[in-house]
């Protein structure tokens, strides 16, 4: 089957996503879109995973939950994985890892977390839009042991990306997919970086606003749509 996808966005969670972007409004919009398989990303935490997890059941969306983790590198990393209490376990690791710098609300924006009624329920203290001091090379390797995948984000873009940062995508860091933005070219950058060649290519909305969220597109093809298969899917090198 065809599966179209979005596995980057950001909810209310994120100081920089709008309060518009709440579980019933995100998973609301995906229905609208066409979209089979979407990814919650927030910045450096996973906790709108669940209830957007629920919504996505209930309205036969697959949800995969996730975060988008800043590197100590300050390169941006979509983590994600087939469940929100997978995903909420690798976020106590990355908990111990983020900077304790608290959020000014006024300045960077709120970070509530919402229930799956987008009731508040609560919000984050920290800062989320930091770098965290765990480094793009053990990224992947960590995620595995929790049951997940990790690639690197909008790597076409001049921030935030690893080839800005780094200028190149090391086979170290063992990635088997990688993210480019919609205005990305694939070609080019599988001209200029050979090792995308025997990647997954994703691309993904990296929505803050409903207004931003993209038309079914981009689609992978899968016998049968689970989180675990995407995962598995993601994980292996393309043939
Ligand atoms: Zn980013
Ligand atoms: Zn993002």
Do not use: W
């Not at 919402?114 to 989320?128: R, V």
């Not at 770098?131 to 909008?154: L, N, Q, V, W």
Request: charged residues 25%; negative net charge; aromatic residues 6%.
């Amino acid at each position: 089957m065809k599966v179209f996808y979005d596995l980057h966005m950001h909810s209310c969670l994120s100081p920089c996503g709008d309060m518009d972007m709440t579980p019933n409004n995100i998973v609301g919009m995906s229905t609208l879109l066409g979209l089979n398989l979407i990814a919650l990303t927030d910045h450096n935490t996973c906790q709108n995973c669940p209830a957007v997890e629920e919504l996505g059941r209930a309205n036969g969306i697959c949800v995969l939950s996730g975060m988008e983790l800043t590197t100590s590198e300050e390169i941006h990393v979509v983590c994600l994985f087939p469940s929100s209490e997978k995903a909420l376990n690798f976020e106590s690791f990355v908990a111990d890892h983020r900077m304790k710098i608290k959020n000014k609300p006024e300045i960077y924006g709120e970070q509530a977390i919402l229930n799956s009624q987008d009731e508040k329920t609560g919000e984050i203290e920290e800062l989320l839009i930091l770098a965290t001091d765990i480094s793009i090379m053990d990224i992947k390797e960590i995620c595995d042991r929790y049951g997940g995948i990790a690639f690197p984000a909008h790597i076409n873009r001049d921030s935030y990306s690893v080839l800005s940062v780094l200028g190149e995508i090391p086979a170290e860091c063992g990635f088997t997919a990688a993210e480019i933005s919609q205005s990305g070219n694939e070609e080019k950058l599988k001209d200029s970086h050979p090792i995308l060649k025997k990647m997954h290519i994703i691309r993904d909305s990296d929505s803050h606003y409903l207004e931003n969220m993209r038309d079914a597109g981009p689609y992978f093809e899968l016998d049968i749509l689970t989180g675990e298969n995407v995962i598995n899917y993601l994980k292996n090198p393309k043939k």
